[in-house]
């Protein structure tokens, strides 16, 4: 992709990120499933252990913090969301490969939320140890019973009692949890039902070991489990936590959301555009070297169309993505909104048609284990619901043009 007036670091980062990449992530990958279904699926990968070190090393490592969020520089490597899309985008090739450099969601938000939002003491908790690699976490927002599309119908309780808040509630999706190394999540809850609609959530720190937290079970997307990351169905029974964990103080869980999950969901789309892109050259290969009716499926004008089709609507994603990221390093999260909408509902929409085509290209094999296109597919499908459906952000933008027109 073009880099456009990227800054020489920037540049620089990409070279090197896409040369680890091609040396020690793309030859792995049949690797890393077989390490994963040897033995237990939930162990760390030793694979992955051996090639963070290496990655530090070549200082590919916190690349995804921006300065709005760490504006002393102290804890990650000072890029703006402008130059992180294009490194983003190659990790994303590949769904493991992010954590190689402890770039992996869901810790990167919640290293953000507690770089922007934490205090002294929850960021030296919590906050090093992640920035360190040495723990892993997750976070508890979705609930089975309600709509969490809707983030006002969230049921579950965060109720103070002297020193400490008790919470009670079901939450799921929380991925990340099945993995041994999570040791904390942050959990939205109710603290006032009382209050204004929009001020009666709060967001807390609670240790994964507090007793009355239980995993119920691990959740499939479209049968696979994402071993050993996972996506969690959980309990919070009576849980204890001292007050000291809540996050920037009562009532301000919508605010911590919104820090949250406006980088969080354009750092989806900068990965999905990595698989959309890797589909397309899957695809361009495939139509070269298979011959179908007497000629290379390269040569037959419908598959032409759809490699021509994909290459346009990856690029015009691509754009739309980097206006975003510019937009939140220029004038904020808040301000970019409608655009980091746009691209939440757009880059999953292109992926699923750009990875769909190169399955249709490759016949019965882009579906099965000898490609990763399934696999791709079915991340991508579950992105246009994770971080909130397409329906909520085609909402957004439209209020963007509403509000845009009466001013």
Wanted: aromatic letters at 6%.
């Amino acid at each position: 992709m073009t880099l456009f007036d990227s800054s020489p670091r920037t540049r620089d980062l990409h070279a090197r990120l896409r040369a680890f990449m091609e040396a020690h992530i793309h030859p792995n990958e049949a690797e890393f499933e077989r390490q994963v279904n040897t033995g237990d699926r939930w162990a760390p990968v030793a694979l992955l252990e051996r090639l963070k070190p290496m990655a530090r090393a070549e200082g590919l490592w916190n690349l995804f913090l921006p300065p709005a969020s760490d504006p002393d520089g102290q804890f990650g490597a000072g890029l703006s969301n402008l130059d992180y899309a294009p490194l983003c985008e190659l990790m994303g090739r590949v769904w493991w490969a992010p954590e190689v450099f402890n770039c992996s969601a869901p810790d990167t938000g919640n290293m953000e939320v507690l770089a922007r939002y934490g205090t002294p003491e929850q960021q030296a908790q919590w906050l090093m140890p992640l920035l360190n690699g040495e723990i892993r976490s997750a976070f508890s927002m979705t609930e089975p019973d309600v709509a969490s599309s809707d983030a006002t119908n969230i049921e579950a309780r965060i109720v103070r009692g002297g020193d400490d808040y008790l919470l009670n509630g079901q939450k799921w999706w929380t991925s990340g949890a099945g993995d041994p190394r999570c040791q904390v999540t942050i959990f939205m809850g109710k603290t006032d039902p009382s209050a204004e609609k929009h001020r009666q959530q709060s967001m807390i720190l609670v240790p994964m070991s507090t007793p009355g937290v239980t995993l119920d079970r691990l959740l499939t997307v479209f049968g696979y489990d994402d071993a050993p990351h996972g996506h969690a169905q959980m309990s919070f029974t009576d849980v204890r936590v001292p007050a000291s964990n809540m996050l920037l103080g009562e009532g301000r869980g919508f605010e911590i959301a919104q820090g949250r999950l406006g980088p969080g969901r354009i750092h989806h789309c900068m990965r999905l555009i990595g698989q959309a892109e890797r589909a397309l050259e899957l695809m361009v290969a495939r139509a070269g070297n298979r011959v179908a009716f007497g000629k290379p499926l390269a040569a037959h004008q419908h598959v032409r169309e759809a490699i021509a089709q994909s290459r346009l609507e990856i690029d015009q994603a691509r754009l739309l993505t980097l206006h975003a990221a510019h937009l939140m390093d220029t004038a904020g999260n808040k301000a970019a909104r409608g655009q980091i909408a746009a691209i939440k509902v757009v880059a999953p929409t292109v992926a699923l048609r750009v990875i769909d085509r190169a399955i249709q290209v490759f016949g019965g094999a882009g579906v099965s284990q000898d490609t990763p296109l399934a696999l791709m597919y079915a991340q991508a499908r579950t992105l246009r619901l994770a971080d909130g459906p397409d329906i909520v952000h085609l909402e957004t933008v439209a209020r963007e043009e509403l509000r845009r027109a009466e001013a």
